[in-house]
């Protein structure tokens, strides 16, 4: 699975972006996907995953009510639609794949997540 991220950018505290990662390489409809971020000196942290179909979704506590994951298999694509942005939202955002789960089960999980794209740095101003 090849993942490619795009979206990223310098924005105000308030402002919005909106993050695309589109993939290839595999059957995009059994990846369960996740968007997960690193900020300078941390450790990397989960932000969002979505399920095989889209029904099921989980954020991170820090995001809930700003940030909402979606996905379109027909474009084989995970978005991350990020509202109210923050100064400490700054990081490099990686999208992920976890081809591993049978049923569809999402993952906050960074080791279940096998395949990465290579992150989109989101800087947000105060």
């Known amino acids: 699975v090849q993942l490619q991220a795009s979206g990223g950018g310098l924005v105000q505290a308030g402002g919005s972006l909106r993050l695309s990662c589109v993939a290839s390489?595999?059957?995009?409809?059994?990846?369960?996907m996740g968007w997960f971020r690193q900020a300078p000196g941390k450790e990397r942290e989960f932000v969002a995953t979505?399920?095989?179909?889209?029904?099921?979704?989980q954020h991170h506590n820090s995001v809930k009510g700003r940030f909402t994951i979606s996905r379109d298999n027909a474009e084989k694509s995970v978005y991350l639609q990020m509202n109210s942005l923050k100064p400490e939202d700054t990081a490099v955002y990686y999208c992920?794949?976890?081809?591993?789960?049978?049923?569809?089960?999402?993952?906050?999980?960074?080791?279940?997540?096998?395949?990465w794209g290579q992150g989109t740095l989101v800087t947000v101003s105060s």
């Open positions: 979505i399920s095989w179909g889209g029904t099921v979704k």
């Open positions: 992920a794949a976890d081809d591993g789960s049978v049923s569809g089960a999402i993952s906050t999980t960074a080791d279940r997540y096998h395949y």
């Open positions: 390489g595999r059957t995009f409809s059994r990846l369960v």
